[in-house]
């Protein structure tokens, strides 16, 4: 608070207002007009104690195997509509398998034999080409924003109903 203050204090006593710059004559233009704006402390993003990672990276570690989940759910979807028999290989495959980790998921299946291995090969490109261009980024953030928004809501006002005996303005405990 005494900071800010002072900030201030020392813009008014050490620049000249603009009334008076208006009268004064200068022979060459200033070369940036200063603004002012109000003397808000920026703030550092919050610390998150963990295991070496940023909460970014864990999350673009589980939406890299997301991506993977869909990208097999889309070629499985396209498998089944136009080559049965590699339909049934991957579902076979799927059964024995887990799909937790996409890259050991695809690791494995190409290892499986050289059908299997055209089936990886076409997963990694659709994940690729999902994650790049299909994948709308701003709406996952605008949701998840709103999750976590209707969620505290939801249970600040739940607290509030069993801390206080009121809901809807009417009294329910005696």
Known sequence: MEYSAAVIFSQLSLFPSRL??????YPF???KQRTYQSTRFQCHKMY???FGTSPEST???HLHHFFNFIAVKIVAAQ????NPEAYEELREFLDR???NDGDKFCA???RESPRH???ALRILEVRSAYCKDDFEWDNLKRLASKMVDDSNKKLMTDYIVDTSCIADGKQICN
Not at 20 to 25: G, I, P, S, V, Y
């Open 117 to 119: 291995k055209n089936l």
């Open 20 to 25: 008076q710059t208006e009268t004064r004559a």
């Open 29 to 31: 233009k200033p070369w």
């Open 48 to 50: 998150v104690p963990g």
């Open 79 to 82: 498998l089944q509509s136009y």
């Open 97 to 99: 398998n887990s799909l």
């Open 59 to 61: 999350a673009a570690q």
């Open 108 to 110: 494995d299946l190409m």
